[in-house]
Every structure is written in structure tokens, then in C-alpha cells.
């Protein structure tokens, strides 16, 4: 559904990435029931692109619970009064100088601008896991200079902690072990936890399946990372410069004791192309060898525990893939408690129903 409405402003945030992203202010409007007063700018570029002014009349779209977006100024409403947008000269967030070498902006100094958010993102639940290292502990650790990026996290030792406020003898010890065990997490949260643009959870736990190791990630080219299924030639060499200039960190990360493998995962052979110069996919093992399969609904018994983070990380580490959205693509769809709309299609369409118990006996080699 579209409206028009006003563009009143143009606010640049910076992501934990370093990523320099514009988001429109707009003038209130009501588009499918929901008021809409932010939206979606994607980069300079697409400003440009646009022929957006500030004050301009826009045509703004929005379909279901999508983050609405600018399609284009409606230029026959103008009235003279409109501006030029402002592109910032300096990352707005810290001063430092902007890469504009491609299309999304970023501040030269990458995840060091947004240096709290992008450790809070590490110590996540979906990530590390770092109990008990929330954003105002990572705060504490990079204002008293303890944590300068990832790697420092585990070289903290007993006494800095002691010495900080409101840390005493418990919390340290209890810190000072999730730390520990954060090492042993499998390399697709590692991954993850590194925030390496067009990446997330999902991808993270592709990739770290598909090379099994950091070193074999770190070897591939872009044409070996487009074997990966959901990177295309555009998001390959991006993700491998990354992981390139992420080297420092990964050695470091490394030298520490984190864990640089994907438990169950084989590492692609060495030439992966068949005799009519088709690439062969490694063959997954497993229960759910060649299964898309969806999770809905609330866990109940064996899973009852598990985030739907874990519960996607248990598919695929039984050689399955994990999705959100059911189709007839979809082998198997794991209907828990308060299963809605995804059960009802699932059944619409004749794809294969399991409760939380019967999916947990299917791969019950595999839960610890």
C-alpha cells in the first residue's frame, strides 16, 4: 500500500558495523492502519538516484510488516520551497572520516565507532552467550580501557574485574566463566558474533557448514564463498574483503582458545568441480539429510529450552536446512504449541507435520 506524505528530515544513523545509513523523518501518515513516520532510505546513493529533496512530497510504500520505504518524490507538488539533502562530511556518530567507495557508506572506523553495541552483539544470547555481559558492563570494560575490540574479552583477568564497580567476588567468577565457555561455542556464532556485513545468524550457520573451519572460510576466494546457497556475486567479494581485513581479530580470537570449527561439518574437498564443470555440493549427513524444515509454535519437552536460534542450529547441524516461511519447498514442518498460520499452510498444502517430541526422537542423537 502507498500515501503520500512529506519528507521532513534526514536523520544518519551508524550501525555496529560502521555502516552510515539515512533514514527518513516524514510527516505523520496513516498507511494500513499503522501510522508511519519513519522509513527507509537505503544509501546515498538511492537519495541521489531519487531526486529526493527535504520538504519534498513523497510517495511512501509500505506491504505488511515491512520497514516502510521512500519509493520517489512526487515532483508536480512542488513548490519551490524544498532543499537539498545534507550528506555528512564525517561519520556523525564519532568525526572520523567516511569510506564512500561504495554504495553503503561506512565510517573508516568500522566496528570501533559503534565499539559497545557490536560487543553487546557479540555477548549475545544468539552469539557467544556471554551471560552477565550486558550493554552497561561492556560500557564499564571499554571506559576503563579493559576492552578495546573482541579479542580483549578473553584476556580479562580476575583482578581488572575486581577492580571495576559493583563487581565483587561472584559476579567476576560467574563473568569470568561464561567468558570461558563463550570459547568452546561452534564457529557458525563465532561467525556471527564477528558481524560481518550480509551476514546473520542464518548465513553465519551456512557458511560455517558449508567450510566447516575459520581457516578454510578465511582461504576461499569469492567464486569458492558463492558456492555457499544465498551468496551471489554481489555479496561474495564483500564478505570475503571482510573477513580479510577482520584477520588480525580472527589470529587473536584464535591465539585465545576460541573455537574455530563447526561441530559435525566436513570441509568442502579441494576441487568441488564434476566432470561437466558443474560445482558438486558437499553431501550433508545426518537425519535431516536434504530437509528445508520450519519451526512454529512453542517447544515443548527435549526442546522446551531450546531459543529458535538453537532450534535452527539443531536442523542444520542434522543436515538440514532451516527456514522461516513454509512453501513447497518445505520437507518438514515442526508444529509446537500455539502453531498458527505456518501449521494451517503446512496442512493446506500436504507438507509433513511433527510435534516437538517426535521431531526430538528424530534427531535425538544430536541433543546433549
Given at each position: 500500500?502507498e500515501k503520500?506524505?512529506?519528507?521532513?528530515?534526514?536523520e544518519?544513523?551508524?550501525g555496529?558495523t560502521g555502516i552510515i545509513?539515512?533514514r527518513?523523518?516524514?510527516?505523520?501518515?496513516?498507511?494500513?492502519g499503522?501510522t508511519?513516520?519513519?522509513?527507509?532510505l537505503?544509501?546515498?546513493?538511492?537519495?541521489t538516484?531519487?531526486?529526493?529533496?527535504?520538504?519534498?512530497?513523497?510517495?511512501?510504500?509500505?506491504?505488511?510488516?515491512?520497514?516502510?520505504r521512500?519509493?520517489?518524490p512526487?515532483t508536480?507538488l512542488?513548490?519551490?520551497?524544498?532543499q537539498?539533502?545534507a550528506?555528512?562530511?564525517q561519520?556523525?556518530?564519532c568525526?572520523?572520516?567516511?569510506?564512500?567507495?561504495?554504495?553503503?557508506?561506512r565510517c573508516?572506523?568500522?566496528?570501533?565507532?559503534?565499539?559497545?553495541?557490536s560487543?553487546?552483539?557479540a555477548?549475545g544470547?544468539?552469539?557467544?552467550?556471554i551471560?552477565?555481559l550486558?550493554t552497561t558492563?561492556?560500557?564499564q570494560?571499554v571506559d576503563a580501557?579493559?576492552?578495546?575490540d573482541?579479542a580483549?574479552?578473553?584476556?580479562?583477568?580476575r583482578?581488572q574485574l575486581?577492580?571495576l564497580?559493583?563487581?565483587?567476588?561472584?559476579s567476576?567468577?560467574n563473568?569470568?566463566?561464561?567468558i570461558?565457555?563463550?570459547k568452546?561455542?561452534?564457529?557458525?556464532?563465532?561467525?556471527?558474533a564477528?558481524?560481518?556485513?550480509?551476514?546473520?545468524?542464518?548465513?553465519?550457520?551456512?557458511?560455517?557448514r558449508?567450510?566447516a573451519?575459520?581457516?578454510?572460510?578465511?582461504?576461499?576466494?569469492a567464486?569458492a564463498?558463492?558456492?555457499?546457497?544465498?551468496?551471489g556475486?554481489?555479496k561474495?567479494?564483500?564478505?570475503?574483503?571482510e573477513?580479510?581485513e577482520?584477520?588480525?581479530?580472527i589470529d587473536?580470537?584464535?591465539a585465545?582458545g576460541?573455537n574455530?570449527t563447526?561441530?559435525?561439518?566436513?570441509?568442502p574437498?579441494?576441487d568441488?568441480t564434476?566432470?561437466?564443470?558443474?560445482?558438486?555440493?558437499?553431501?550433508e549427513?545426518?537425519?535431516?539429510?536434504?530437509?528445508?524444515?520450519?519451526?512454529?509454535?512453542?517447544?515443548t519437552?527435549?526442546?522446551?529450552?531450546l531459543s529458535?536460534n538453537?532450534m535452527?542450529e539443531l536442523?542444520?547441524?542434522?543436515?538440514?536446512?532451516?527456514?522461516?516461511?513454509?512453501?513447497?519447498k518445505?520437507?518438514?514442518?515442526v508444529?509446537?504449541e500455539?502453531a498458527g498460520?505456518?501449521?494451517?499452510?503446512?496442512?493446506?498444502i500436504?507438507?509433513?507435520?511433527a510435534?516437538?517430541d517426535?521431531?526430538?526422537t528424530?534427531?535425538a542423537?544430536?541433543?546433549?
Open positions: 500500500m503520500i506524505t512529506r519528507l521532513l528530515e534526514v544518519w544513523n551508524v555496529r545509513a539515512p527518513a523523518v516524514l510527516e505523520p501518515v496513516v498507511i494500513d499503522s508511519i513516520t519513519y522509513a527507509t537505503h544509501n546515498p546513493a538511492d537519495i538516484r531519487r531526486g529526493l529533496r527535504l520538504n519534498d512530497h513523497v510517495m511512501v510504500h509500505r506491504a505488511g510488516d515491512v520497514i516502510p521512500v519509493e520517489a512526487v508536480h512542488r513548490t519551490g520551497d524544498e537539498p539533502i550528506f555528512p562530511e561519520c556523525p556518530r568525526g572520523s572520516a567516511i569510506d564512500t567507495s561504495e554504495e553503503r557508506w573508516t572506523q568500522g566496528r570501533n565507532c559503534h565499539l559497545v553495541a560487543l553487546a552483539y555477548a544470547r544468539d552469539q557467544l552467550d551471560e552477565g550486558g558492563r561492556v560500557i570494560l580501557g579493559l576492552v578495546t573482541l580483549d574479552l578473553f584476556t580479562l583477568e583482578d575486581l577492580a564497580d559493583r563487581m565483587g567476588d561472584t567476576t567468577d563473568l569470568l566463566a561464561a570461558a565457555n563463550a568452546q561455542q561452534p564457529l557458525a556464532r563465532v561467525l556471527c564477528l558481524g560481518v556485513r550480509g551476514t546473520g545468524r542464518s548465513m553465519s550457520r551456512r557458511i560455517a558449508h567450510f573451519t575459520m581457516d578454510h572460510i578465511r582461504a576461499a576466494d567464486e564463498m558463492q558456492q555457499v546457497e544465498g551468496i556475486t554481489e561474495a567479494p564483500s564478505i570475503v574483503a573477513l580479510t577482520l584477520a588480525p581479530l587473536r580470537l584464535a585465545a576460541v574455530m563447526e561441530p559435525g561439518a566436513t570441509p574437498p579441494a568441488t564434476g566432470p561437466d564443470g558443474a560445482t558438486a555440493a558437499p553431501v549427513a545426518g537425519p535431516l539429510a536434504g530437509m528445508t524444515v520450519v519451526v512454529t509454535g512453542a517447544m519437552g527435549a526442546l522446551e529450552k529458535r538453537e535452527n536442523i542444520e547441524r542434522a543436515g538440514g536446512r532451516s527456514s522461516s516461511s513454509v512453501s513447497k518445505t520437507t518438514l514442518v508444529a509446537g500455539g498460520s505456518k501449521r494451517a499452510k503446512a496442512e493446506q500436504g507438507i509433513r507435520l510435534t516437538p517426535e521431531f526430538a528424530l534427531v542423537d544430536l541433543l546433549t
